[in-house]
């Protein structure tokens, strides 16, 4: 058994394709083959279910998994503790990211002072939603993640508040007023966004009691602020996601705060503190100063 079978595993099981594995490793589809059969011989199990190019993790392939992830991130580990042994710092660095408010504003921030501090780490963004954040982070898949504090499963750290704001067609009557009611918004055609605060706005109409007219579902905060503009509805988004120069390319959206205003701690989290890479703790130690 070795680490690059075991890569292999890993890999496979997350694009379930063998000529997707075979471009990212750079390999041949007839290694990736040899592999997974050295693997299923030596632990006299069957991993995967085949379908010409396509793969489905068996039963024992699912429970196996998350083992081999953590043999993987350990070997990563250990290869950043060598280098920062020796003075440097390389590798890779995985940031699982939960939406606009992260990966707009709190990524390129942190970032920027990350590069000149550590311009030989490569760092991986992958963007989902808040629970495929938390999973990435559970699975190692990520070495840290942003995520809305407070978050029990994780180490965490926080820092900073965001709140919610609704986003309004100019020519409204209540995008005149200084803040705005949930209850004024349910006479409008609703925005939902479906990336990382979905779940949080609904959890704000949830908890008022109240339904509003979904009509559309977007990811992309720009697509938001498009449909806005144009007059097709009202949206609520996070704060931290807008800035005066995005807000400036639509003249015809005005942004609101909630009334009574609702905040969220946003923070960065890791599986557990004590076993983070040195680039993950570099990463962390810069996001909290700034």
């Known amino acids: 058994m070795t680490l690059t079978q075991l890569e292999i595993f890993s890999k496979l099981a997350e694009l379930k394709n063998f000529t997707h594995t075979a471009q990212l490793l750079n390999i041949s589809q007839s290694a990736i083959s040899h592999a997974l059969k050295a693997l299923e011989k030596k632990w006299h199990t069957q991993l995967f279910y085949r ?42 660095l995985r940031i699982g990211s939960f939406g606009a408010s992260s990966s707009n504003v709190l990524i390129p921030l942190i970032l920027k002072q990350f590069a000149q501090h550590y311009p030989e780490v490569e760092v991986l963004v992958m963007e989902g939603t808040d629970k495929e954040v938390l999973q990435w982070i559970g699975e190692r898949k990520v070495d840290l ?46 925005i939902m966004t479906s990336a990382g605060s979905q779940n949080h706005v609904m959890e704000l109409f949830k ?45 015809n959206v005005v942004k609101r705060p909630l009334s009574p205003n609702i905040k969220r701690s946003i923070g960065l989290a890791v599986k557990n503190k004590q076993q983070m890479s040195p680039t993950a703790k570099a990463f962390v130690e810069l996001a909290v100063q700034l």
């Open 51 to 92: 379908n010409n190019n396509e793969v489905e993790l068996s039963p024992a392939g699912q429970r196996l998994l998350p083992y081999v992830n953590e043999i993987l991130n350990v070997a990563h580990m250990i290869q950043q503790e060598v280098m920062d042994l020796k003075g440097l710092k390389t590798g890779t």
């Open 145 to 190: 993640g942003f995520v809305v504090l407070p978050e029990t499963r994780f180490d965490s750290f926080a820092l900073l508040e965001d709140i919610f704001v609704a986003l309004l067609p100019n020519d409204l009557e209540i995008a005149q007023k200084p803040a705005v009611q949930l209850q004024e918004l349910l006479d409008h055609p609703f």
């Open 207 to 251: 908890a008022a009691q109240l339904t509003p007219q979904i009509k559309y579902n977007m990811s992309q905060i720009l697509s938001i602020l498009n449909m806005v503009n144009q007059g097709a509805g009202v949206s609520i988004v996070a704060d931290l996601a807008l800035d005066t120069n995005i807000l400036s390319l639509y003249p």
